[in-house]
């Protein structure tokens, strides 16, 4: 049971929905904003939107429904590995670019102000010119950034859930951010992957809380709803997030459990949603 003063400072931060884990009960990616509306979200957040959706479309669906789009991943164009992006990867410099500037475009359609600058995959152990490509690619994307008036964000993947993702250390990410040195550059601490990284999660939060610019969550190791079973107490760690300064969105990163509108249950109990 929450106390009343735990109640109201988590009330404060905002929940968005991710489309790529929520609403998966259809297929139909634009239908998946209208579910998130009607279950009660206000905002949504996911990967860049698959080739057969137009930007159009999705302005379209975003206006009739009312919500905020608050981050999409950046791209991925012709990234090697599928999924991951290609930021750290040499000889895709020119890649990363592209896809950076189309996000860039469908980003500024949505008025979505962040963009996950995915860093990708790496066969074997990491090596200098992955590091000097990465950096070089991120001070290039902060440049552009700034142009648009939009943040970037890296987020380190652990490496059960992402096997040889470049980023996978929260030392690296916090060292490259200070090095490039853009406030249009921070950290997306995803507490999931955080917990499986380096756990001790309450100074995580106090050490990396000047650098953070988005939340995701999901419970550790099931990656369902965060009032499963599993690892981490997320009341506790809701609060001191806030407690630490961080009042902006929540993406809600999980698979759901029995169903997305069946999961949402624990907004509620955690006291954002009264009236839910």
């Excluded at 929260?170 to 921070?186: D, F, G």
């Excluded at 999931?192 to 190791?221: C, E, K, M, W």
């Excluded at 997320?234 to 407690?243: D, G, K, N, Q």
Aim: glycine content about 8%; overall charge neutral; aromatic content about 8%.
């Amino acid at each position: 049971m929450l106390t009343s003063h735990l109640r109201s400072r988590i009330m404060s931060l905002r929940f968005c929905a991710n489309l790529n884990f929520m609403f998966t009960e259809t297929d139909d990616f634009l239908e998946r904003y209208r579910l998130a509306k009607a279950a009660g979200f206000s905002a949504v957040e996911g990967a860049f939107p698959p080739d057969h959706v137009s930007v159009a479309d999705l302005v379209k669906v975003r206006e009739e429904t009312g919500l905020e789009q608050i981050l999409m991943n950046i791209a991925l164009g012709n990234a090697p590995e599928g999924q991951c992006g290609c930021a750290a990867i040499p000889g895709q410099e020119a890649n990363f670019r592209k896809n950076l500037e189309k996000t860039v475009d469908c980003a500024k359609a949505l008025n979505c102000k962040k963009i996950h600058l995915m860093a990708g995959k790496v066969n074997g152990p990491t090596t200098a010119q992955h590091d000097v490509t990465y950096l070089s690619n991120l001070k290039m994307a902060a440049t552009i950034l700034e142009k648009n008036n939009l943040l970037g964000v890296i987020e380190p993947i652990n490496q059960y859930s992402v096997p040889g993702y470049y980023l996978s250390c929260y030392e690296k990410a916090i060292a490259t951010l200070k090095q490039i040195n853009s406030p249009h550059l921070k950290l997306m601490l995803d507490l999931f992957h955080a917990q499986h990284i380096r756990g001790d999660l309450t100074n995580a939060i106090r050490s990396y809380a000047p650098h953070i610019g988005h939340v995701q969550l999901a419970q550790v190791p099931s990656r369902n709803e965060p009032d499963t079973e599993g690892e981490i107490n997320y009341p506790y760690v809701l609060h001191t997030l806030e407690a630490n300064g961080y009042t902006d969105w929540v993406g809600c990163e999980y698979k759901p459990k029995a169903g997305s509108v069946q999961g949402l249950g624990w907004l509620r109990d955690f006291g954002y949603w009264s009236q839910k």
